[in-house]
């Protein structure tokens, strides 16, 4: 197997022999499952009779891959037992329905845990399972919102020009469903799940994990609570130093449009960024701040007279930590990342390799995306719960098209 961690079939990854009953959703309770899966767990997810709301084909939907799936409709009489059945066979359960809902369909954490006293019982919520909102719909845009994040991102400069350089007087940026969705949701829920299974098997006994996602975006934010309350961090976006605010940290816009990215913190650094840029002897200095609406405007003017690619070349190979902003496909193609195999095509569709990497255990890109119901008759099999396989095998609903529609832009 290559270092990107891809291979046809097997077993493998440091998870191999975990089981994991996942109850079809949508957002981070999947792309738990799939971390999970990648990991090598054996998950089963439980779709439903319909089709997914998102539309997107199942080829395409990554974030169903290193699973199989199963249709049992919860809701016919002998939908929860045949849940249950698996649960009794199972390590882990993830679930991501409004608090109430798994108990009102007879599959909740009491019913799951008396079938299994050891399951790790994960449940994903945006608002979590108590609290004055818990019963409310949301999104990643409204749980970051809350939780003091979606306000630390400030634009790029380019992005406001009518406001201040780094944008702390305009609306934040929407760092797509990034931060809350998959950073403070899916991957608190796997690390939650992960440290109560390791409890589970050194006690024998089971537990619920509430991931809420208010709260992993809240606790990522961690060392910025401290400076805050140091007095080293303004609550303000773009005006700090890792915000933007420096204008040796911050994004600059390229003669042909392109975008380069610049980190230039230590001393050293900064010293080899205005040595390759050419900012001259009579530029503000990196920390006379008085000056620093000047330094960037000088920054600025450089940037523009070369094109992204032409500013590549010039830092190449030096520590002025100044990289280009790349689109997804571009990124795809970038030397580092095709060099770790950090992205992967397999069935024609480019998506990230297994991460973190294991020098003993690596995982695997071991099986596409699931179709709904395809793997029934596997899964009552290696699962041994025979009534599975009376389910009908597809229930994928009519075709999608070849290609999700886009959502108009702005």
Same mark, same amino acid.
């Given at each position: 197997?290559?270092? *990107?961690?891809?291979? $046809? $079939? ?27 899966? #990648?990991?090598?767990?054996?998950? /089963? ?5 319909? @089709? *997914? ?13 290193? !699973? ?6 919860? !809701?016919?009489?002998?939908?929860p037992g ?7 066979? &199972? ?5 991501? =329905?409004?608090? $109430? /809902? ?18 790790? =019982? ?12 818990a019963a ?34 305009? @609306? ?21 799940l992960l &440290? ?12 619920? /994990? ?5 709260? $992993? ?34 994004? =600059? ?30 530029? @503000?200095?990196?920390? #006379? ?35 280009? /902003? ?32 294991? *020098? ?40 999608? @098209? ?9």
């Amino acid at each position: 197997m290559g270092d *990107s961690g891809v291979h $046809g $079939g097997g077993a493998g990854g440091p998870l191999a022999g975990v089981r994991v009953v996942e109850l079809a959703g949508i957002g981070p309770g999947p792309f738990a499952a799939m971390l999970l899966g #990648d990991l090598g767990a054996d998950v /089963v997810r439980v779709d439903r009779p319909e @089709p *997914s709301p998102l539309g997107i084909e199942p080829a395409y939907d990554v974030a169903n891959r290193n !699973k199989r799936s199963v249709v049992v409709d919860l !809701k016919a009489p002998e939908g929860p037992g045949r849940v249950l059945d698996l649960v009794a066979r &199972a390590d882990l359960l993830i679930e991501g =329905y409004r608090p $109430g /809902v798994a108990e009102r369909l007879g599959v909740g954490p009491d019913a799951c845990l008396a079938r299994n006293p050891a399951l790790v =019982y994960g449940r994903m919520t945006g608002w979590g399972q108590h609290g004055p909102l818990a019963a409310r719909a949301g999104h990643d845009i409204g749980y970051t919102a809350v939780a003091g994040v979606l306000g630390l991102v400030a634009p790029t400069a380019s992005a406001l020009p009518d406001v201040s350089p780094a944008g702390p007087d305009g @609306p934040p940026a929407l760092p797509a469903n990034l931060l809350g969705d998959y950073a403070g949701g899916s991957l608190y829920l796997v690390v939650g799940l992960l &440290a109560a299974l390791h409890h589970a098997r050194a006690t024998g006994a089971g537990q619920v /994990v509430d991931a809420a996602i208010v709260d $992993g975006a809240a606790h990522l934010t961690a060392v910025l609570q401290g400076l805050l309350a140091g007095g080293r961090w303004q609550d303000r976006r773009g005006v700090n130093l890792l915000d933007g605010g420096a204008p040796f940290y911050a994004v =600059y816009p390229a003669a042909d449009g392109g975008h380069l990215a610049v980190g230039a913190l230590e001393p050293q650094f900064y010293a080899e960024f205005a040595r390759l840029l050419e900012l001259g002897p009579d530029a @503000p200095g990196q920390w #006379d701040t008085a000056r620093w609406p000047a330094l960037r405007a000088r920054i600025a003017a450089r940037f523009a007279t070369r094109t992204r690619a032409a500013w590549e070349a010039v830092f190449a190979g030096s520590d002025a930590c100044v990289e280009p /902003v790349l689109t997804m496909r571009q990124a795809h193609a970038h030397e580092h990342l095709v060099g770790r195999g950090t992205y992967v095509e397999v069935d024609g569709v480019t998506q990230p390799a297994p991460a973190p990497r294991f *020098s003993a255990t690596p995982g695997a890109l071991r099986r596409p995306p699931a179709r709904p119901g395809a793997d029934a008759a596997e899964v009552a099999r290696d699962w041994g719960v025979p009534a599975l396989a009376a389910e009908p095998a597809d229930h994928a609903g009519p075709a999608a @098209p070849a290609r999700t529609p886009a959502p108009p832009t702005a």
